[in-house]
């Protein structure tokens, strides 16, 4: 076992405990074993007057070990809270230096120290709500004895990380440093509480200032927190809280330590911790060293100045690199550029940035009419009418006038990559940079490797992403990629359940019921039902669209008709101002294509019918996805629908959700499906992956994508 807490004795007396395990010095059961014997060992030696606490690499403790919250964790076999007991209860004083972050267990531990210093750009904070738990290391006790108990109550459950001055404002830190070196920081504070003969400072002893927080607003925060039923961590921090308030500290703990362990076990911390390190996993590139060079990226280019262009320029415009909008239309042009503008401008009005960066960023942007000022660009992207022979002609002039080296990116959301970089002429250089609408505020970012496209121009975008704060999933090539392809089935039933007989409410609200942040009918009047005819056209065109006539009959007759969702206020709903309303328009109009299809309609159909008919032929299309190699990992299909489609989070995503309702259950339900609807069109024909591992008892989780090739074609 290799050192992670090492001991030096200093001059004067002190012992300086230093904590080593890059690259956020998470805490490992290893190294809290390690941490308490070092701390013994010190507290032992002969003349050791004062210790300090600290840690070596980029960052103090970020947390305890995610990893090692999957199983149980009880008094019995607590490996942080005797730690923070011996540490607390040491009769020489201990001072922790902090820099770069203190999350989580890594905060707990130093406000089991008796006082704590911190490099001013230090920030702080206890996120384990983020993972659906809450501190279990006394966090939820010492801090209101530190901060107050409204600033407490505020922290963890928000999981906000705060800086050092307002750390120090709080009471939770005693002093800031300058000095860089965080060992050097404790040592001098500790000469300093030495120099002033100040005793140890046991936290557990310090009076709550409750803030303001009297029973009245508890019980307010108490039912408030508790009508987030999907997220049990919510009542659970102000439960602890109010304890804090309350209870000795040893009965705070001890309520603490149960209602953290019932959180850890629960379904909603299980699927949070999956997608935290799911969308890690996602920004890594398969047989791709990380070593690659990259292509440098200082100056970039965006064709088309609609939403979507305007959405993603200002990404790159926030990330501080020059780009130049190109659109051949001068009033598009300059419409665009009037709403980035105003886009910054509503920005400032709310605080969310300051006038100097806006107008830094602003400084960034170059509107231009003509193409040929894309020819100094290192990046340029496509972002013009979804239309194939639109975009095949703009990327075959991209080819010509793009430098070499440049990356040429098509903003397509569901058309054939392949082709379109072989119209430029240069597939190495070619991808798909598929943006989420409103481009400059969804996080995620899907990136189509084509079948040409060379390791390096992926490993730049893929590195690009995250300096854009995108969360980035890598898909191959096919038709909508991973989210829109999986969407298509999700909304082919969607038609069919209207056809027969459900309304736009009731699968809405059965879908948001599940957790979706939005339904069908409400999502494709607001994407508009224009762009749902159009994509349907294209699939037409590709030869990809089934050949069923029915096939989402409902969307090409309210285009026929003119309803083309929110824009016009007739959709699916009627529209008063953002108001949806049932519109028997819609109805007659589904009752008429039944008759037209043969769909046999009914008088009922209940929620879980329509839970199951839309997300469970989604995950078997995800099956798909995965056994065809679209997809690397299924925590990236569950990074896609949780990041880009609205899927909640406290489900973990599709694949994760498909996991724990059992892979045979699905697989059955599929069947049961296929005899009540029919299965002409092989709409629940079952993915062989699916098949197997519900046959194996394996659940996706443990799918592993066979190694890919990144040869070019
Ligand atoms: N445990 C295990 N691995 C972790 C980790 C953690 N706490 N934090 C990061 N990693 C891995 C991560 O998976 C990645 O691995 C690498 O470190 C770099 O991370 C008792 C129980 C600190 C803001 O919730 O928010 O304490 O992909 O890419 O962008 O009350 O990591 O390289 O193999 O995110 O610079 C509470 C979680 C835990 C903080 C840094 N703490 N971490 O971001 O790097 S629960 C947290 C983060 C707890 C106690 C309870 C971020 C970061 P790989 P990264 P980054």
Same mark, same amino acid.
């Given at each position: 076992?290799?050192?992670?807490?090492?001991?030096?004795?200093?001059?004067?007396?002190?012992? =300086?405990?230093?904590?080593?395990? *890059?690259?956020?010095?998470?805490?490992?059961?290893? %190294?809290?074993?390690?941490?308490?014997?070092?701390?013994?060992?010190?507290?032992?030696?002969?003349?050791?007057?004062?210790?300090?606490?600290?840690?070596?690499?980029?960052?103090?403790?970020?947390?305890?070990?995610?990893?090692?919250? &999957?199983?149980?964790?009880?008094?019995?076999?607590?490996?942080?809270?005797?730690?923070?007991?011996?540490?607390?209860?040491?009769?020489?004083?201990?001072?922790?230096?902090?820099?770069?972050?203190?999350?989580?267990?890594?905060?707990?531990?130093?406000?089991?120290?008796?006082?704590?210093?911190?490099?001013?750009?230090?920030?702080?904070?206890?996120?384990?709500?983020?993972?659906?738990?809450?501190?279990?290391?006394?966090?939820?006790?010492?801090?209101?004895? =530190?901060?107050?108990?409204?600033?407490?109550?505020?922290?963890?459950?928000?999981?906000?990380? +705060?800086?050092?001055?307002?750390?120090?404002?709080?009471?939770?830190?005693?002093?800031?440093?300058?000095?860089?070196?965080?060992?050097?920081?404790?040592?001098?504070?500790?000469?300093?509480?030495?120099?002033?003969?100040?005793?140890?400072?046991?936290?557990?002893?310090?009076?709550?200032?409750?803030?303001?927080?009297?029973?009245?607003? %508890?019980?307010?925060?108490?039912?408030?927190?508790?009508?987030?039923?999907?997220?049990?961590?919510?009542?659970?921090?102000?439960?602890?809280?109010?304890?804090?308030?309350?209870?000795?500290?040893? !009965?705070?703990?001890?309520?603490?330590?149960?209602?953290?362990?019932?959180?850890?076990?629960?379904?909603?911390?299980?699927?949070?911790?999956?997608?935290?390190?799911?969308?890690?996993?996602?920004?890594?590139?398969?047989?791709?060293?990380?070593?690659?060079?990259?292509? *440098?990226?200082?100056? @970039?280019?965006?064709?088309?100045?609609?939403?979507?262009?305007?959405?993603?320029?200002?990404?790159?415009?926030?990330?501080?690199?020059?780009?130049?909008?190109?659109?051949?239309?001068?009033?598009?042009?300059?419409?665009?550029?009037?709403?980035?503008?105003?886009?910054?401008?509503?920005?400032?009005?709310?605080?969310?940035?300051?006038?100097?960066?806006?107008?830094?960023?602003?400084?960034?942007?170059?509107?231009?009419?003509?193409?040929?000022?894309?020819? !100094?660009?290192?990046?340029?992207?496509?972002?013009?009418?979804?239309?194939?022979?639109?975009?095949?002609?703009?990327?075959?002039?991209?080819?010509?006038?793009?430098?070499?080296?440049?990356?040429?990116?098509?903003?397509?959301?569901?058309?054939?990559?392949?082709?379109?970089?072989?119209?430029?002429?240069?597939?190495?250089?070619? %991808?798909?940079?598929?943006?989420?609408?409103?481009?400059?505020?969804?996080?995620?970012?899907?990136?189509?490797?084509?079948?040409?496209?060379?390791?390096?121009?992926?490993?730049?975008?893929?590195?690009?992403?995250?300096?854009?704060?995108?969360?980035?999933? @890598?898909?191959?090539?096919?038709?909508?990629? @991973?989210?829109?392809?999986?969407?298509?089935?999700?909304?082919?039933?969607?038609?069919?359940?209207?056809?027969?007989?459900?309304?736009?409410?009731?699968?809405? !609200?059965?879908?948001?019921?599940?957790? %979706?942040?939005?339904?069908?009918?409400?999502?494709?009047?607001?994407?508009?039902?224009?762009?749902?005819?159009?994509? =349907?056209?294209?699939?037409?065109?590709?030869? +990809?669209?089934?050949?069923?006539?029915?096939?989402?009959?409902?969307?090409?007759?309210?285009?026929?008709?003119?309803?083309?969702? !929110?824009?016009?206020?007739?959709?699916?709903?009627?529209?008063?101002?953002?108001?949806?309303?049932?519109?028997?328009?819609?109805?007659? =109009?589904?009752?008429?294509?039944?008759?037209?299809?043969?769909?046999?309609?009914?008088?009922?159909?209940?929620?879980?019918? +329509?839970?199951?008919?839309?997300?469970?032929?989604?995950?078997?299309?995800?099956?798909?996805?995965?056994?065809?190699?679209?997809?690397?990992?299924?925590?990236?299909?569950?990074?896609?629908?949780?990041?880009?489609?609205?899927?909640?989070?406290?489900?973990?995503?599709?694949?994760?959700?498909?996991?724990?309702?059992?892979?045979?259950?699905?697989?059955?339900?599929?069947?049961?499906?296929?005899?009540?609807?029919?299965?002409?069109?092989?709409?629940?024909?079952?993915? &062989?992956?699916?098949?197997?591992?519900?046959?194996?008892?394996?659940?996706?989780?443990?799918?592993?994508?066979?190694?890919?090739?990144?040869?070019?074609?």
């Amino acid at each position: 076992m290799r050192d992670l807490v090492t001991l030096s004795h200093i001059e004067g007396g002190i012992a =300086l405990i230093t904590i080593a395990n *890059p690259p956020v010095n998470a805490l490992s059961r290893e %190294l809290l074993e390690q941490l308490g014997r070092r701390i013994e060992e010190a507290a032992a030696a002969p003349g050791c007057r004062a210790l300090v606490l600290c840690a070596a690499g980029r960052t103090f403790v970020c947390g305890a070990d995610i990893t090692q919250l &999957d199983q149980p964790i009880t008094a019995a076999n607590d490996a942080f809270n005797p730690v923070m007991d011996l540490i607390e209860s040491l009769p020489k004083p201990v001072v922790c230096a902090m820099h770069g972050m203190a999350l989580g267990g890594g905060l707990e531990l130093a406000m089991a120290c008796h006082y704590r210093i911190a490099h001013a750009q230090t920030r702080m904070g206890l996120p384990e709500v983020t993972l659906g738990i809450l501190p279990g290391a006394g966090g939820t006790q010492r801090l209101p004895r =530190l901060a107050g108990a409204k600033a407490a109550l505020d922290m963890i459950s928000t999981g906000r990380m +705060i800086d050092a001055d307002t750390a120090l404002a709080l009471g939770l830190i005693d002093g800031l440093t300058a000095q860089s070196d965080a060992a050097q920081a404790g040592l001098e504070h500790a000469r300093h509480i030495l120099e002033q003969g100040l005793p140890p400072r046991p936290t557990r002893g310090l009076a709550v200032d409750s803030g303001g927080l009297d029973a009245e607003a %508890l019980k307010q925060a108490l039912d408030t927190a508790g009508r987030n039923t999907t997220h049990p961590a919510a009542r659970a921090i102000v439960e602890c809280i109010q304890a804090a308030i309350t209870l000795p500290f040893s !009965q705070g703990r001890e309520l603490e330590g149960r209602l953290f362990e019932a959180c850890r076990a629960s379904d909603t911390s299980a699927a949070l911790r999956h997608l935290f390190f799911a969308e890690r996993e996602a920004a890594k590139l398969p047989g791709i060293p990380s070593s690659l060079q990259r292509r *440098p990226i200082h100056h @970039i280019g965006v064709i088309g100045a609609g939403t979507m262009g305007r959405g993603i320029i200002m990404n790159f415009l926030d990330a501080g690199i020059s780009s130049v909008l190109v659109d051949a239309n001068r009033d598009a042009l300059e419409n665009g550029v009037a709403q980035i503008r105003k886009t910054y401008e509503s920005r400032v009005a709310r605080g969310r940035i300051s006038a100097a960066r806006s107008e830094a960023a602003l400084a960034l942007l170059a509107p231009s009419l003509d193409y040929a000022d894309l020819g !100094q660009c290192d990046l340029v992207i496509e972002a013009v009418f979804e239309d194939m022979d639109v975009k095949t002609a703009v990327c075959r002039q991209l080819g010509m006038i793009c430098k070499p080296g440049a990356i040429i990116a098509s903003n397509t959301s569901t058309l054939d990559v392949d082709a379109l970089a072989r119209a430029s002429g240069r597939p190495g250089d070619f %991808l798909g940079m598929h943006f989420f609408s409103p481009a400059h505020v969804m996080r995620l970012l899907e990136i189509v490797r084509g079948r040409g496209t060379l390791p390096e121009v992926l490993a730049t975008v893929n590195a690009l992403a995250k300096t854009l704060r995108k969360v980035s999933v @890598i898909s191959g090539v096919c038709y909508g990629f @991973i989210g829109n392809r999986m969407l298509e089935s999700y909304l082919r039933e969607t038609d069919f359940l209207l056809m027969e007989g459900a309304t736009p409410r009731q699968i809405d !609200q059965a879908i948001e019921e599940a957790g %979706l942040a939005m339904g069908p009918c409400r999502m494709l009047d607001m994407a508009g039902i224009d762009v749902a005819a159009k994509v =349907l056209l294209e699939q037409g065109k590709a030869g +990809i669209r089934p050949s069923d006539p029915a096939y989402r009959a409902v969307v090409g007759r309210l285009f026929e008709r003119g309803r083309l969702g !929110q824009k016009n206020h007739l959709g699916y709903y009627r529209y008063e101002g953002r108001d949806a309303i049932e519109d028997p328009e819609v109805a007659m =109009l589904c009752e008429a294509l039944a008759r037209q299809h043969g769909i046999a309609r009914r008088d009922h159909i209940s929620n879980s019918e +329509i839970f199951e008919r839309c997300l469970f032929p989604l995950i078997n299309e995800g099956c798909r996805i995965l056994e065809e190699g679209i997809a690397y990992r299924t925590g990236d299909i569950d990074i896609v629908w949780t990041k880009g489609y609205g899927f909640p989070d406290h489900r973990g995503g599709p694949l994760f959700m498909a996991d724990r309702i059992g892979l045979p259950t699905i697989l059955e339900r599929l069947a049961h499906y296929s005899r009540a609807q029919g299965n002409e069109h092989g709409y629940w024909t079952p993915a &062989d992956l699916l098949a197997a591992h519900a046959a194996s008892g394996r659940p996706l989780s443990q799918w592993q994508a066979p190694a890919p090739t990144h040869e070019p074609a």
